[in-house]
């Protein structure tokens, strides 16, 4: 079972919870670090960061550059606002694909959990045509709505009728 | 909710489910959506002028047919986003379950290094 949770709430929001066997500091710092971020805020296999810019303080700029080797890009820029070392992380972003998204309101949170760390990530849901423009990145190649994905979406979407 | 009352109307029917899960393997005509249903054509014909209506099916015009086609714009793109959305975590996190492993010494963040802007 993924120790990843992704659920909606209402419909403005994105709540996201994962658990990681490192301390708080630690997970932080992978938020942070620009050397770390451009390990592993990646998406699909084969994809890489190539420009990973974030500056950790308040209005300090995020700029992070995709690209899958192919041709296929898009980056993200945003501005951070609050800064809680090891606790809490508060930023604004959008993504270029190429016409920028609505701004992201986007916090970030570390509680120790065990001794490990709880992070909560609570971000805004997209609109639809967001939700397009970013399901045409590429970043969706491959998960394509396939017949067998179609009819368990009928499935699931009549399961509770 | 995952689509609009209209859309979640017009799958309310399962023979209307059912001719969609068909229209998903490709493109069909009214003879062939009517084939395996014990149904007429112009029944089928009113179930298409629902789907087409809820914006999930749309038709050409081929000679004296009218094939139709799967439209999936017409459901909500809300599920698929999250499907790519909680692949993309996923793969993310575990990247950083491996980087964490080893990070043993903490660098205050004051002594970031930033990288220089673009030009």
């Known amino acids: ?161 | 909710m995952l689509a609009s009352d209209a859309t979640f109307a017009a799958l309310a029917d399962p023979t209307r489910r059912a001719i969609l899960t068909r229209l998903a393997r490709g493109e069909a005509t009214v003879t062939e959506l009517a084939a395996p249903f014990d149904m007429s054509q112009p029944a089928v014909s009113r179930h298409l002028k629902v789907l087409e209506a809820a914006g999930l099916i749309s038709r050409r015009i081929v000679g004296s047919t009218r094939p139709c086609r799967l439209e999936m714009g017409g459901l909500d793109n809300l599920e698929e986003w999250l499907a790519v959305m909680r692949a993309t975590f996923e793969a993310n996190y575990r990247r950083l379950d491996s980087l964490l492993a080893t990070m043993h010494s903490p660098i205050p963040p004051h002594t970031h290094p930033y990288k220089d802007p673009l030009p």
């Not at chain 1, 909560?120 to 990145?137: G, K, N, S, V, Y």
């Not at chain 1, 491959?142 to 399961?159: D, I, N, V």
């Open chain 1, 1 to 161: 079972m993924s120790p990843l949770t992704l659920t909606t709430e209402g419909d403005r929001f994105v709540v996201v919870t994962r658990h990681f066997d490192a301390p708080p500091k630690h997970v932080y710092r992978a938020h942070v670090e620009p050397e770390v971020i451009a390990q592993w805020i990646l998406g699909p296999d084969g994809w890489s960061m190539p420009v990973c810019i974030n500056e950790a303080r308040p209005g300090g700029r995020i700029r992070y550059e995709w690209t899958d080797g192919n041709g296929n890009g898009f980056y993200l820029t945003g501005e951070f606002i609050e800064l809680v070392p090891f606790t809490k992380l508060v930023h604004i972003e959008r993504m270029h694909l190429p016409d920028p998204t609505p701004d992201n309101h986007i916090v970030t949170t570390f509680e120790k959990d065990g001794e490990g760390t709880l992070l909560t990530m609570r971000m805004t849901l997209p609109d639809t045509a967001t939700r397009e423009a970013m399901l045409a990145t590429g970043m969706a190649d491959g998960m394509e709505m396939s017949y067998e994905r179609f009819e368990r979406l009928l499935a699931e979407m009549f399961a509770a009728k």
